[in-house]
Each structure stands twice: as structure tokens, then as C-alpha cells.
């Protein structure tokens, strides 16, 4: 499945974004995907997952990386094979080229995209 992110953009501290990632077949059999990030000059991190829950409709269990816990929420919709990245209170560190993969055991394994870039102005 190829994966598409959007959404990006240019925001102040304290703005939000939604972005999106659209898959190009079904997802619902996708045990577990993930948003990274990736700053200049850093390696890429992982910031949000989540399992498929096993409904046609929503995610299951989600998980986040402490610098982001409480402002940015992950979801899927398997009826329309679109991950999404809630962020909000965005903060300059926040500042980075976003994707969305496929994870086996945290492990990404999908083709990476050309992600979607935020930038969050102080």
C-alpha cells in the first residue's frame, strides 16, 4: 500500500493542524501504523501509533512519545484508509517533515513518502 501525508504547514506557537495520511488500498488489515517526524540535522522519530482495533470504523490502542503526549492525537479511518495526526499547542520543536508508515513491532516497513512539512513559528 502506498501512503500519501498532507496537511502541513506554516502555524504560530500554540496553532494546531490536522494531517493526513491517505492509504491507496484498505488498511483495515493493518495491525499497526504510525506518524515520525523527522527535524534537520535529526534522526527520524516515532510520535504516534496505532493498532487497528479491529473495527471497520476506528483505531484501538494508541501510543505517543512523551514530547507530544497530551497535544497531539493519532486516529484512522478504515472506511476511508486515512491515518490522522491531531496537533495541537504546537511548539517550535514541533518543527519537522511528518510521515506515516506501516509498523511490525514498531519496526517501519512501508516506502517512505515524501511526508509534509510543519513548521510552528515562536
Known amino acids: 500500500v502506498q501512503l500519501v501525508e498532507s496537511g502541513g504547514g506554516l502555524v504560530q506557537a500554540g496553532g494546531s493542524l490536522r494531517l493526513s495520511c491517505a492509504a491507496s488500498?484498505?488498511?483495515?488489515?493493518?495491525?499497526?501504523m504510525g506518524w515520525y517526524r523527522q527535524a534537520p540535522g535529526k534522526q527520524r522519530e516515532l510520535v504516534a501509533s496505532?493498532?487497528?482495533?479491529?473495527?471497520?470504523?476506528?483505531?484501538?490502542?494508541?501510543n505517543y512519545a512523551d514530547s507530544v503526549k497530551g497535544r497531539f492525537t493519532i486516529s484512522r479511518d478504515n472506511t476511508k484508509n486515512t491515518l490522522y495526526l491531531q496537533m495541537n499547542s504546537l511548539k517550535p520543536e514541533d518543527t519537522a517533515v511528518y510521515y506515516c508508515n506501516v509498523l511490525v513491532g514498531l519496526v517501519p516497513i512501508g516506502a517512505w513518502g515524501q511526508g509534509t512539512q510543519v513548521t510552528v513559528s515562536s
Open positions: 488500498g484498505s488498511i483495515f488489515s493493518i495491525n499497526l
Open positions: 496505532i493498532t487497528s482495533g479491529g473495527t471497520i470504523t476506528s483505531g484501538g490502542t494508541t
